[in-house]
C-alpha cells in the first residue's frame, strides 16, 4: 500500500519484521500464544524447527483461537475435522490441545518426509495423501503443486524466520 507506515513489531528473541499495521494484531496474538502455549518447549519435544509452531498458527489462524476456514478447518493451527479425529483432539478451539495435536501432526509428517520441511507444509496444507501421490508420479521441486500449497510454503518460511 502506497503511502502506509511500515511499524517494527518484536518479538521478544525473535527478529524484528516489518510489518503493515493491519498485521501487527496477528503478530502480537500469535507472541502471546507462544509464550502461553511455550510452544519452543513443545518443538523441542518433537524435534521440530525452531518457530514452526508459531509461523503454522500465524498463517493458519493469525492467531484467532476461534476461527473456522469454508472447508470446515478449525482452530489456531486449522485442523479439519478428520485429521483431528486422527489426531484424537476433541476440541480444535481449545489451545492447548490444539497446539499438541499441531506439534505431534507436524513432527509426524517431518518424519515421513525425512526432515524435508517443506514437504511436510506442503502435506498440512494440501494433505500428506496428495503429496505422496505427487511424489509417487515422479514430480521433483513445486512448480506443479497448486498455487496456494507454494505460497502457504513460503510464508510459513518467511514467518518462521520472525519466530526463530
Not at 496477528?26 to 507472541?31: G, L, N
Not at 489426531?87 to 499441531?102: C, G, I, K, T
Not at 506439534?103 to 496428495?130: E, F, P, Q, T, V
Request: aromatic content about 10%.
Amino acid at each position: 500500500m502506497a503511502g502506509t507506515a511500515l511499524l517494527s513489531l518484536g518479538l521478544g528473541g525473535c527478529a524484528a519484521p516489518k510489518v503493515m499495521p493491519q498485521e501487527k494484531h496477528a503478530f502480537e496474538r500469535v507472541k502471546n500464544w507462544r509464550t502461553t502455549l511455550d510452544l519452543s518447549t513443545l518443538e523441542n519435544q518433537y524435534a521440530l524447527p525452531k518457530g514452526l509452531l508459531s509461523a503454522v498458527m500465524h498463517q493458519e489462524s493469525a492467531g484467532k483461537v476461534h476461527a473456522r476456514s469454508p472447508v470446515g478447518a478449525r482452530g489456531l493451527f486449522q485442523i479439519m475435522p478428520a485429521t483431528a479425529k486422527d489426531l484424537r483432539l476433541n476440541d480444535p478451539h481449545n489451545p492447548e490441545m490444539a497446539a499438541q495435536a499441531a506439534a505431534r501432526y507436524l513432527s509426524s509428517l517431518y518424519k515421513h518426509y525425512d526432515g524435508d520441511l517443506n514437504l511436510s507444509l506442503a502435506a498440512y496444507n494440501w494433505g500428506i495423501g496428495n503429496v505422496d501421490r505427487y511424489k509417487r508420479q515422479g514430480y521433483r521441486g513445486f512448480d506443479y503443486m497448486p498455487q496456494e500449497t507454494r505460497n502457504y510454503i513460503k510464508q510459513v518460511t518467511r514467518l518462521r524466520a520472525y519466530y526463530n
